[in-house]
């Protein structure tokens, strides 16, 4: 079984101040890892995925995020908020290649300060 | 191209009634996932639907049911509605279905307060 766990569940930063959102996964397979922001009363918005390849994956907005198979993480991180990046962040997994199963974190919720 | 469409936006229910929730994808998508957000346990998915067959199913009550239709145009039922259903239930939709490959659109969901 996948569990996906995102260790901080607010973070308020200044703007144009540097952010991570961090994202642990666990499983026994090699599994697939995305990114989402959701913004008040919306639905879920994708940011960036990794499937294979390099593990550095850049994403919309200026955001990147990092694989890292050794400490199963995939952390989130973007060199310059702003007041736009607030918004509830979601890490997910998945595994299968024949369907659209997720796991998705508990969620960061970004809060930038003016 | 329009996106995924949820209707209605808003629910109000009791306990023990029943409920439909109605997904439009996005024209040309064939496959419908349904997830249940609450803020303790967020994200969970419920099921998923390929040309109208039930893919793939999470860890829910046989209470929570779904179907889709020809159209790709999927409907979520949950029968004796409980408390702890109150939840925002969101719809995604992709085109063949076969992850990752293929994005996941989410819609805007329905909230569903149980009272």
């Known amino acids: 079984a996948q569990s996906v766990t995102q260790l901080d569940s607010q973070v308020p930063v200044f703007e144009e101040a540097p952010v991570e959102l961090r994202c642990n996964y666990s499983?026994?397979?090699?599994?697939?890892l995305f990114w989402y922001v959701q913004y008040p009363n919306q639905g879920l918005q994708l940011l960036l995925k990794?499937?294979?390849?390099?593990?550095l994956v850049k994403g919309i907005n200026g955001f990147e995020a990092e694989f890292n198979k050794s400490q199963t993480s995939f952390h989130l991180r973007k060199p310059s908020v702003h007041i736009s990046d607030t918004a509830e962040y979601f890490c997910a997994v998945s595994k299968s290649n024949t369907g659209n199963q997720f796991y998705f974190g508990t969620g960061t919720s970004l809060t930038v300060i003016p | 191209k329009a996106g995924v469409t949820q209707t209605p936006r808003y629910l109000i229910k009791t306990r023990g009634q029943q409920v439909t929730l109605s997904c439009s994808p996005i024209s040309g998508h064939r496959s419908v996932s349904w997830y249940q957000q609450t803020p303790g346990q967020g994200l969970q998915f419920l099921f998923e639907y390929f040309s109208e067959t039930q893919r793939n199913k999470g860890n829910f009550p046989g209470r929570f049911s779904g179907r889709q239709f020809s159209n790709s145009r999927s409907e979520m039922n949950v029968s004796t509605l409980e408390l702890g259903d109150s939840a925002l239930y969101l719809c995604?939709?992709?085109?063949?279905?076969?992850?990752?490959?293929?994005?996941?659109?989410f819609g805007a969901g329905t909230r569903l307060s149980v009272l």
């Open positions: 990794y499937l294979s390849g390099s593990t």
């Open positions: 995604a939709s992709s085109t063949d279905g076969v992850a990752p490959k293929n994005i996941q659109y």
């Open positions: 499983s026994s397979v090699s599994v697939y």
